[in-house]
């Protein structure tokens, strides 16, 4: 069974420019998340999105957008690059339950490594 | 402070040793993750846990929900180990909540 996969694997932009990252789910996951690894700092959540909509957000800009198509596959677009938009950005997914109290696990891909120069 | 902090933050080791990473969290939490990163970045989920112990090939990974902590042992720890281990943790407080909130991370090398 295919794992989740990312696109492009690298990505080089100029300061003001759009970034745009794909990630397809593994199969049958209707979850998926985004994670920012920059150079030097710990792994920061990003987005939540389940089920086509947005869950929860981490502490960034709004240039920071995305969203889930029908199939689960998300984009993850990255506005008006600053220098320090530089970093491994992780995509996730996971089965979602309804019961609360029920952790899920969320399975990685191989991120996409974005430079703005 | 981090509310996820781990330790200790490198760790050099020769093969064959019994290595230990701990992992500290300050909040209520629905399930612990031990993640395993290699130069690349690829990140690969190794255990999820919310209690107690679990046990896959070397890799051991124990919870104590009461002490908030955690606990990853390698035994016959063997060069390929090395790699960055991050704790990760789902918080209980937001019903719902899918977000995990990562350690800084242990960066173990074994050396042959």
């Known amino acids: 069974e295919a794992g989740v996969t990312q696109s492009p694997t690298h990505l080089i932009k100029t300061r003001g420019q759009q970034a745009t990252l794909r990630c397809s789910p593994i199969?049958?996951?209707?979850?998926v998340y985004w994670y920012q690894q920059a150079l030097g700092l710990g792994l920061q959540f990003l987005l939540w999105y389940d089920e086509g909509e947005e869950r929860n957000r981490g502490n960034f800009p709004p240039r920071f957008s995305g969203r889930q198509f029908p199939n689960y596959s998300s984009e993850l677009n990255v506005n008006a690059l600053e220098l320090e938009d530089s970093a491994l950005y992780l995509c996730?997914?996971?089965?979602?339950?309804?019961?609360?109290?029920?952790?899920?696990?969320?399975?990685f891909g191989p991120g996409t490594r974005l430079t703005v120069l | 402070k981090n509310e996820v902090e781990q330790s200790p933050q490198n760790l050099t080791a020769q093969e064959g040793e019994f290595i230990t990473i701990n992992c500290s969290y300050s909040?209520?939490?629905?399930?612990l993750h031990w993640l395993q990163q290699h130069p690349g970045g690829g990140i690969v989920s190794l255990f999820m846990l919310s209690s107690g112990k679990k046990k896959h090939g070397r890799l051991i990974a124990t919870i104590n929900i009461q002490e908030k902590h955690s606990s990853l042992h390698i035994t016959a720890s063997h060069p390929r180990d090395s790699a960055v281990y991050i704790c990760a943790v789902r918080s209980s407080r937001i019903q719902g909540a899918q977000k995990l909130v990562f350690g800084q991370g242990t960066r173990l090398t074994i050396n042959p």
């Open positions: 199969s049958g996951h209707t979850s």
């Open positions: 909040v209520g939490i629905s399930a």
């Open positions: 996730a997914s996971s089965l979602v339950f309804e019961t609360s109290g029920r952790g899920n696990e969320q399975f």
